[in-house]
């Protein structure tokens, strides 16, 4: 008997320090543990850290979905795929979609594709139904926004969190410690849509009242630049460290006593997931999936998107009262542990596997190998 019961191909795009992506590495190494052996495909793997890179099937096929060389990169991984196919495919982004679902067709094999986030106004969403046999959203906000915008039918839509690992490191600290400057911060792909004008902004009058308190700015991305602008125009630049070139958000997030996430929409929030399950206190928009994470006032507090005072406020409040900011951070840690860890995640996946896997007969290849 073989050692697994199903192989597949997690296919994704290129590996950058975000939340989606840290999703498909803790997925793939914890299939192991249900009998599923999983192989990432990915254009680019260079920032995947070397703990995973030793640990993982992870193969690089290069310019995968580019619009010169895709084709032929495409054809490479079929050649490839022919050789042991899967008995599906997980197209782990929209991103890979394109290219995951052409693969899928030609290989003959049913596929999943995990929706991370809501989709931009007008964006449009085409899904092979003859061959995806299911979808998983991060949230229930982001199936909503499925089910509304696209009319998909709603039983091939399927909710699973994407869980984070909840083991702290072993020095991490308690958040607000005396006689430590705290630091505020936030962390994330640098992109508009994740309203980081906004935390620069509440930084500034958050140091009109209160001097010492540092500000955290970690991840990388095409809004960097203006970022490190707004700081300067705002006269903050000396307070905030920006941290852009990481290969996990662990170090930074440690460093951090409130975490803020600021974003103008949002299909769940890994990142501030991983926060949590450091017991840091959190502050974030009330937008998508966050409103079923975050209990004003219980795990955290809510503000509203673009406002600036409102979230000034509330991280004076809670520099204020270190005692009610741990209790925060407690109860959120506690959260996460019951319902976002990432064997959760793993395990619910793994049951949407076996029921693709046994409702759809495996045919041969759609297409024959000519040697």
Known sequence: MSEFDLQVLLLAGRFEVRGSCAYTLRLAAGLEKERIAARIVTPDARLV??????????????????????????????????????????????????????????????????????????????????????????????????????????????????????????????????????????AGPLEAVKGLPWFLGAARQVLEARSEVEFLVAGAGPEEANLRRVARELEIAEKVTFVPYLLSFTESLSATDIFVLPSLQQGLGTIMLEA?????????????????????????????????????????????????????????????????????????TAEVYRAVAAAVPLPEPAERRID
């Open 49 to 186: 850290d070397s703990r995973f890179r030793s640990r993982l099937h992870i193969e690089e096929v290069r310019r995968l979905g580019t619009p010169v060389w895709g084709e032929l990169a495409g054809r490479f991984l079929l050649g490839e795929a022919r050789r042991d196919p899967p008995h599906l495919i997980h197209i782990q982004s929209l991103r890979a979609h394109r290219y995951g679902s052409r693969l899928a067709r030609r290989l003959g094999r049913p596929y999943v594709v995990t929706v991370h986030k809501h989709l931009d106004e007008g964006a449009y969403l085409w899904i092979d139904r003859r061959d995806c046999r299911r979808i998983i959203a991060v949230s229930d906000s982001v199936r909503d926004d499925l089910l509304s915008r696209f009319k998909l039918p709603p039983e091939i839509v399927t909710v699973i969190a994407s869980g984070v690992d909840t083991t702290p490191p072993a020095d991490v600290r308690l958040p607000l410690e005396p006689e430590r400057v705290p630091v505020v911060g936030t």
């Open 276 to 348: 949590m399950a450091l017991g840091r206190p959190v502050i974030a928009t009330g937008v998508g999936g966050v409103a079923s994470v975050i209990h004003h006032g219980e795990t955290g507090l809510i503000v509203p998107p673009q406002n600036s005072g409102e979230l000034a406020r509330r991280i004076l409040e809670l520099l204020d009262q270190p005692a009610r900011a741990r209790a925060l951070g407690t109860r959120a840690r506690q959260l996460v542990v019951e319902r976002y860890n990432i064997e959760t995640t793993v395990q619910k």
